[in-house]
């Protein structure tokens, strides 16, 4: 089986980067894959594409054309340009992959970028970002999103909220189940047997002892003591020392407060290497660490890195979720 990726917002740069992905993986048997979307918006750059009825196909033409299982979209592609009309068709693509990969036709899905607020404008989506959307057709109470590159991996307890309502969304019981699915990915996904998790703070100095908050000590350290003897647990860290060469050594993954707090040492390490995993689904789920950068599609200047290293960690792990 092969990996199936959607095409995301087809006005910003996912087409492009996925025949750029195809590309460079061509001849990697490992790493095959096919594309979810309208043909007619992949860019005539000469790159070659094959049509495919069915996923099993893909892995026989992979090698000489990108597999490509059609969706036609109902409007014409703007390409730079938020469309709201496209919103119902990028939506209908998700969820036909999902249902390929819940069916056993794909061995795990990689997901293009999207746009949340063409959805909402066009499609009145109700979910804060793609997490959230799988999490719900995936019958999921408590999806967490990870973020990996080779030199960190960070997780965010909270995801797509105003910072506004970062403190009322923390519980003792949310943050512990944070925990224990990172814990637990950190074995299965990641081979590491005894992963040692960081939590950082909320507020600044982590708090300094309910001086610049009672968040610390009222939410974080219970959270903590009540996981301590099961999983190894360091924290509350300050958050502004936590991310350095020396301190990133100490830990393998970093549960953080809110999104800022993980993605900023994520993107300033890692930018172009970033993955985004969703942990606590039934089936794999990667997606490159980007947006859909409407302002550099159509030029041919964006880069396939992420995706190409998105597209490999699915392979690995729907690999181990095999062996395991």
């Excluded at 590309?23 to 750059?45: A, E, I, M, Q, Y």
């Excluded at 036909?96 to 819940?102: I, M, P, Q, R």
């Excluded at 970028?113 to 009145?124: M, Q, T, Y």
């Excluded at 995801?159 to 189940?177: D, F, N, Q, Y």
Aim: charged content about 20%; aromatic content about 6%; some cysteine.
């Amino acid at each position: 089986m092969t990996i199936v990726i959607t095409s995301g917002d087809p006005s910003g740069i996912g087409p492009e980067v996925i025949q750029k992905s195809w590309t460079s993986l061509k001849r990697d048997k490992d790493c095959n894959f096919f594309w979810v979307g309208d043909p007619l918006h992949l860019p005539n750059n000469g790159i070659p594409w094959q049509p495919i009825k069915h996923p099993e196909e893909a892995s026989e033409v992979f090698s000489e054309a990108l597999p490509v299982l059609a969706h036609k979209f109902s409007n014409p592609l703007k390409v730079g340009q938020p469309q709201p009309e496209n919103a119902s068709d990028i939506i209908s693509v998700i969820k036909k992959a999902v249902n390929l990969v819940v069916n056993g036709e794909a061995k795990a899905l990689c997901t293009s970028p999207i746009n949340k607020d063409v959805l909402k404008s066009g499609a009145h989506f109700p979910y804060p970002g793609h997490t959230e959307f799988l999490a719900h057709l995936d019958n999921i109470d408590t999806p967490v999103m990870m973020l990996a590159c080779s030199k960190l991996k960070v997780v965010p307890a909270t995801i797509h909220i105003p910072l506004k309502e970062v403190p009322c969304s923390l519980s003792v019981a949310g943050l512990s189940e944070t925990i224990k699915i990172t814990n637990e990915a950190m074995k299965e996904k990641f081979n590491i047997s005894e992963p040692v998790i960081a939590v950082s703070g909320l507020n600044p100095h982590a708090g300094e002892n309910g001086q610049l908050g009672r968040e610390e000590k009222e939410i974080l350290i219970p959270a903590i003591r009540n996981l301590q003897g099961s999983v190894n647990i360091i924290g509350p860290l300050s958050a502004d020392a936590m991310f350095h060469p020396s301190a990133r050594a100490k830990y393998d993954v970093a549960i953080t407060m809110y999104h800022d707090q993980a993605l900023i040492p994520l993107k300033t390490i890692g930018f172009e290497e970033g993955v985004n995993i969703t942990l606590g689904l039934s089936f794999v789920r990667t997606s490159p660490d980007h947006g859909t950068a409407f302002d550099l599609a159509g030029q041919n200047i964006a880069d396939e890195t992420s995706t190409i290293k998105a597209i490999k960690m699915a392979v690995s792990l729907s690999r181990k979720c095999k062996d395991g």
